[in-house]
């Protein structure tokens, strides 16, 4: 018989979503209390495929920043294969801050992470001690944690971590890790690993009744935006233009790497680097006739959010206005004031 005519899933990505998310919008089908999955990083989507197939009543999301992946996952999602799943272009990092509430999970999962060899990569490995916390503080109690890694540094440094972490309780103890899986399916990737000598490293945690690290949803800003009393001409302005960046204390970047005009308007392509989030952005200055003053603001150039981040873009980018005629002054700033540059005097702006 042929298959009846779907609807393709949702495409969705961390900046799509609400913060946090709406698990009941997202999974209209499933019973409201449903268990609710995560796996971090689903890769080839084996292992996502056996949480489908072995958990129908659950809802099951998977995060993963590869393309070629994502489409093969949404593809199965829209043929009807797993349809209790769905999966998002997310970060880890931007999932667990803003995707995810605190207490909002039954089980999380991570299979394989990238090990990130050198030692000056090291700090964008996933478990580290920022994201134990956050998946502890998202775990309900009793909630299951598993990691699976076939590099033994990668493994010893997890169990480090994990012996640290007060509200995670070790079902494997007084073994750091089993040499086995106990929770899932083999993978292609597993079975290659052990033909090449490389054995899993199997940790199963449960979540305790300890308190979770106080770590709330970050949520969306109020829209950032300053007026200026007026600026040259935007083809003025991107003659003059040339990329830079600025940096705050608290570890946010902004890159300003291309300009672009039109007569009443002045588009800066804008890269901006948070802890919890990276997002590339179009900031506008656009001039309204009737005041004939310039907004500098965020641009609706897909679907940005108005982060802390994008507040002191737009702050600097503002600044950079004022440096390029006499007399340019702020009307109005509707930014959030605490930002404090990282940078020597000059830096960035």
């Given at each position: ?17 609400p ?20 796996e ?13 197939q ?60 990238d ?28 909630g ?81 935006h ?24 608290g ?48 641009g ?13 873009a ?20 509707y ?15």
């Amino acid at each position: 018989m042929p298959r009846p005519n779907r609807q393709p899933v949702p495409r969705l990505s961390a900046t799509n979503v609400p913060w946090p998310m709406d698990w009941d919008g997202l999974f209209p089908n499933q019973a409201p209390d449903s268990p609710r999955i995560l796996e971090i990083g689903f890769g080839y989507g084996q292992f996502l495929r056996w949480l489908s197939q072995s958990q129908p009543a659950s809802r099951i999301l998977g995060i993963e920043i590869d393309s070629t992946s994502l489409q093969k996952a949404e593809g199965a999602c829209d043929r009807g294969e797993l349809p209790n799943v769905r999966v998002m272009f997310a970060r880890a990092e931007t999932a667990l801050w803003h995707v995810l509430a605190p207490g909002m999970l039954d089980e999380v999962h991570v299979n394989f992470p990238d090990p990130w060899f050198k030692s000056s990569h090291a700090p964008r490995r996933l478990i580290q001690r920022s994201a134990l916390d956050l998946i502890t503080s998202r775990l309900k109690p009793g909630g299951l944690f598993t990691l699976a890694t076939d590099i033994r540094e990668y493994a010893d440094m997890s169990a480090e971590h994990l012996a640290q972490t007060p509200g995670l309780t070790n079902t494997h103890a007084p073994e750091p890790w089993a040499w086995e899986r106990t929770v899932g399916v083999m993978t292609k990737y597993e079975s290659k690993g052990y033909k090449e000598g490389r054995p899993g490293h199997y940790f199963v945690y449960r979540r305790n009744d300890l308190p979770a690290p106080d770590l709330p949803v970050i949520r969306d800003q109020p829209m950032p935006h300053i007026k200026l009393n007026h600026l040259p001409a935007p083809a003025d302005l991107v003659a003059r233009f040339q990329p830079f960046k600025a940096h705050a204390e608290g570890d946010i970047y902004a890159s300003y790497m291309a300009a672009y005009s039109r007569p009443d308007a002045l588009l800066v392509e804008t890269y901006i680097v948070e802890p919890s989030i990276q997002q590339q952005v179009a900031l506008l200055a656009t001039h309204n006739r009737e005041t004939g003053q310039w907004v500098v603001s965020l641009g609706a150039v897909g679907t940005p959010r108005p982060t802390d981040g994008v507040h002191y873009a737009v702050r600097k980018l503002a600044e950079w206005l004022m440096t390029q005629a006499p007399g340019v002054e702020v009307v109005g700033d509707y930014t959030r004031t605490y930002f404090r540059d990282a940078d020597a005097p000059g830096d960035g702006g």
